[in-house]
């Protein structure tokens, strides 16, 4: 579901917030997700590369050898990819919580008065301004 789809039933300022809080919890979970995978691969990476070099230390014969440290460069690479990817879900889920933010910050005190208000809020074409 994209965010769109997902903001469609969000017709009022409360439930608004409340889709901007859950996309925005969503957002961190999938970052910390992929913060986790980027460590695992950079572990294994690292574990390929050491059992390259035990290998070569130990004689065994260049395929194997080779076999071994072709894999732990195509982890490494993988290793790199993880870790933009990283940068990026960290941007995402800053850019989630500014929207966040910003839509309370902005919108907040209106939906506060609304709701405190002793009247009922008349149709919207009223509060336009010429």
């Given at each position: 579901?994209?965010?769109?789809?997902?903001?469609?039933?969000?017709?009022?300022?409360?439930?608004?917030?409340?889709?901007?809080?859950?996309?925005?919890?969503?957002?961190?979970?999938?970052?910390?997700?992929?913060?986790?995978?980027?460590?695992?691969?950079?572990?294994?990476?690292?574990?390929?590369?050491?059992?390259?070099?035990?290998?070569?230390?130990?004689?065994v014969?260049?395929?194997?050898?080779?076999e071994?440290?072709?894999?732990?460069?195509?982890?490494?690479?993988?290793?790199?990819?993880a870790?933009?990817?990283?940068?990026?879900?960290?941007?995402?889920?800053?850019?989630?919580?500014?929207?966040?933010?910003?839509?309370?910050?902005?919108?907040?005190?209106?939906?506060?008065?609304?709701?405190?208000?002793?009247?009922?809020?008349a149709?919207?074409?009223?509060?336009?301004?010429?």
């Open positions: 579901m994209s965010v769109t789809e997902s903001l469609k039933d969000a017709a009022t300022y409360a439930a608004l917030r409340t889709k901007l809080a859950w996309l925005t919890h969503q957002v961190h979970e999938h970052a910390d997700a992929v913060t986790t995978l980027a460590s695992d691969v950079n572990e294994i990476a690292e574990q390929m590369q050491d059992a390259a070099e035990t290998m070569k230390a130990l004689a014969d260049d395929a194997t050898t080779a071994f440290a072709d894999a732990a460069l195509t982890m490494t690479g993988a290793k790199d990819a870790s933009a990817y990283t940068a990026a879900a960290d941007s995402a889920a800053a850019a989630a919580d500014e929207a966040k933010t910003t839509v309370e910050s902005e919108h907040g005190g209106i939906a506060d008065a609304v709701d405190t208000s002793p009247v009922e809020m149709e919207a074409a009223f509060y336009t301004q010429p």
